[in-house]
């Protein structure tokens, strides 16, 4: 580890204990959540729908895992898919320099896999017009119903690294179901990320139309989950680093 990386962990380190540092950003986040903050961004034209600090979060961990496949639950606009399939070609490409070989992006090695009870017909026909579609399979179901799990086991079955990031129905019960049947695909090193674990830390108000809450959401299903399997840790430096995300206790490392 380099002098500057080294830095980089004590100042992570030291923000676990940075008690106005915390509530600044947990004010903000709570502020800019009523707000739709997360609303405003896009990621090469397509609407993402995620903080800043967890795009840069996701940038930092698929660069450090380099994964064959990514998994991911919930399409939306399809600006998730097309930020991951973005950071496959880019490894892809680096991958390619370093071997002294030509890249071809038309034969991508790497691959992203999305995963919509409902694909808007609008959101399917972007993000297959986009650049980055050659790297993207969508299959339309319920990311919990058999034959789906079935189907996207077989294809991972076809990588050797694979991660997994999970964001569409937020009920405790869902995902809970998700990461029994996607948790496992996680291989050794890789991360699952379970996204808006932060709703158990808000006002039951700010989900009035929703059927989660408080008691009710991602966060209460990672901890359920983890009861029950000792192959993932939460990484609490991810969420120390960058301080505003929507996913405490949402980052999960396989280390088993």
């Known amino acids: 580890m380099s002098e500057f990386e080294k830095e980089v962990m004590q100042r992570v380190l ?6 106005r540092l915390r509530t600044s950003a947990g004010n903000f986040l709570n502020e ?13 034209g397509r609407p993402i729908i995620q903080y800043p ?13 380099k994964p064959d496949l990514i998994i991911e639950t919930g399409i ?10 973005s950071m496959l070609a880019l490894i892809d490409m680096c991958d390619a320099v370093e071997q002294n070989r030509a890249f071809d992006p038309s034969v991508p090695a790497r691959k992203v896999l999305g995963l919509d009870i409902d694909i808007r017909a609008h959101n399917k026909a972007a993000i297959e017009a986009h650049p980055m579609a050659n790297r993207i ?35 405790h019960e869902h995902v809970l179901e ?9 291989s050794k090193g890789s991360y699952c990320v379970v996204f808006d674990t932060v709703v158990e830390d808000l006002p039951k108000e700010m989900y009035p ?3 989660w809450g408080p008691g009710n959401n991602p966060k209460t299903a990672v901890w359920e989950y983890l009861k029950t399997s000792n192959n993932f840790e939460i990484d609490s430096n ?3 680093k960058i301080q505003i995300t929507v996913a405490p206790d949402g980052f999960l490392k396989r280390v088993r």
Request: aromatic share 8%; hydrophobic share 40%.
């Open 14 to 19: 030291s923000n676990q204990k940075n008690e």
């Open 32 to 44: 800019s959540i009523g707000a739709q903050y997360s609303y405003n961004f896009s990621w090469l």
């Open 53 to 65: 600090q967890d795009i840069v979060a996701m940038q930092e961990l698929i660069w450090a895992v």
């Open 76 to 85: 939306a606009h399809g600006g998730s898919l097309i930020f991951s399939a």
């Open 137 to 171: 399979q969508m299959i339309q179901g319920s990311s919990i119903a058999t034959d789906i799990v079935k189907q996207v086991t077989e294809i991972a079955s076809e990588y050797n690294n694979v991660m997994v990031c999970l964001d569409s129905n937020h009920t």
């Open 178 to 186: 998700e990461l029994k049947a996607y948790a496992p695909l996680v």
């Open 209 to 211: 139309d929703r059927p």
């Open 238 to 240: 991810i969420e120390s």
